[in-house]
Structures are given as C-alpha cells and as structure tokens.
Nanobody, 128 residues
Framework: QVQLVESGGGLVQAGGSLRLSCATS????????VGWFRQAPGKEREFVAA????????YYTDSVKGRFTISRDNAKNTVYLQMSSLKSEDTAVYYC?????????????????????WGQGTQVTVSS
C-alpha cells in the first residue's frame, strides 16, 4: 500500500508562489503516474496536473497552464507542484494521488477513478 504525504501549503497573497511536495513510500513510486487535484469548499474535487512515470509527459487543466509546473524526482520518491501567479480562485485543499496501475497513461487525463492512493491534502489559501 502506497502512502502519500503532501506538504508546502499555506497562506499567500495573490500573485505569489508556493511549491507543494508529495512524498511517497510503500511501493515502486517511479513506475506510476502521479496527479495533483484540488477541492474548494462546496465544490467537487478537480484535476490540476499530472505527470507520467518517466517524468517526460506532463498535463495541466487549462486554468493553471503557464502558472503551475509539475515535476518529479524519482530518486527522492517525490512529486512537486510549483505554483506561481496565484489567484484567489486557486484556494483549495490540494491532494496528490498515484495511478491505480503502473506504466501506461493511467490518470493522465485527470480521471479521478484511475487514481488509487491519495494523500491527506494540504491547504492553499490565496488572499486577494
């Protein structure tokens, strides 16, 4: 069973930056695609970004393209989400998750059902 722990959230002013980290343990992390999701109060969980198991393929929802960057360091079993030019609408709890199956394209289109392990989330609050 994989375990995921997010960190790096906090309070930031609009236009500022944060870097979230997702540390994993429990299985061969480097074989799995990883995604970041967020959930704002009263809203459904939404896809933010995903990275494939090699790190060569990255995918973003339109609202964060050009502002967020997802990356991974397989040697450290960690995935990052660098967030810049933050807006108040980015306020949410951010979660990382690993795909249910190794390799392939699982989860890269942001389908929540294709992710099997989730972290506890980290709060990001952007003040305007």
């Amino acid at each position: 069973q994989v375990q995921l722990v997010e960190s790096g959230g906090g309070l930031v002013q609009a236009g500022g930056s944060l870097r979230l980290s997702c540390a994993t343990s429990g299985r061969t992390f480097s074989n799995y695609n990883v995604g970041w999701f967020r959930q704002a109060p009263g809203k459904e969980r939404e896809f933010v970004a995903a990275i494939n198991w090699t790190g060569a393929g990255v995918y973003y929802t339109d609202s964060v393209k050009g502002r967020f960057t997802i990356s991974r360091d397989n040697a450290k079993n960690t995935v990052y989400l660098q967030m810049s030019s933050l807006k108040s609408e980015d306020t949410a709890v951010y979660y990382c998750a690993t795909a249910r199956r190794a390799y392939g394209g699982y989860g890269l289109r942001g389908d929540v059902a294709q992710f099997g392990s989730w972290g506890q989330g980290t709060q990001v609050t952007v003040s305007s």
